[in-house]
């Protein structure tokens, strides 16, 4: 069973950079990918096999964000795929839009990079960050993963 909480968290100026870019190249990632899978397709009738890695060569601004975050716009990516090619209705993967699309990123637990504390959480790459944490988890529940949205206030 899988149960999800939102806590609101208050980033610094440093973290709220750092975010923006994660947000700034999950999209641009997501994009490529999609581009990438479009023209192969195009070309030789046969779906591409593409990861974030093949990029970080010649787009080295991705290194500076969390890789799980990148593997994760992959993932996220492939089932696009795959709900379009189980029913066509469902509609073929969309490019992600600056403007219209939801900034958010999900990042995995792995090996104790998320901790959660009272008021604070840590992430990869941005460290602690303060947070509201409203209501306390139920007990024996193990943090999977997270996901940062962004709302517009």
């Not at 080295?60 to 209705?89: C, G, I, M, T, W």
């Not at 993967?93 to 699309?101: C, E, L, V």
């Not at 009272?118 to 960050?129: C, E, Q, Y």
């Amino acid at each position: 069973m899988n149960i999800a909480y939102r806590f609101r968290i208050y980033p610094t100026e440093e973290q709220k950079i750092l975010l923006g870019k994660t947000f700034g190249c999950c999209r641009f990632l997501y994009n490529q990918m999609l581009n990438d899978k479009i023209q192969e397709y195009e070309k030789t009738k046969k779906m591409l096999k593409n990861t974030p890695a093949m990029y970080k060569k010649e787009y080295p601004f991705l290194k500076e964000v969390d890789s799980l975050a990148l593997a994760n716009v992959q993932l996220h990516l492939e089932k696009a795929y795959k709900n379009f090619f189980r029913d066509s209705k469902i509609g073929f993967p969309r490019y992600k839009s600056k403007h219209h699309s939801k900034n958010s990123y999900t990042t995995n637990v792995v090996n104790g990079n998320i901790l959660v504390e009272s008021k604070k959480i840590r992430l990869p790459k941005l460290k602690w960050i303060a947070m509201k944490k409203h209501r306390e988890p139920a007990e024996g529940l193990r943090l999977k993963s997270v996901t940062v949205s962004m709302e517009p206030s």
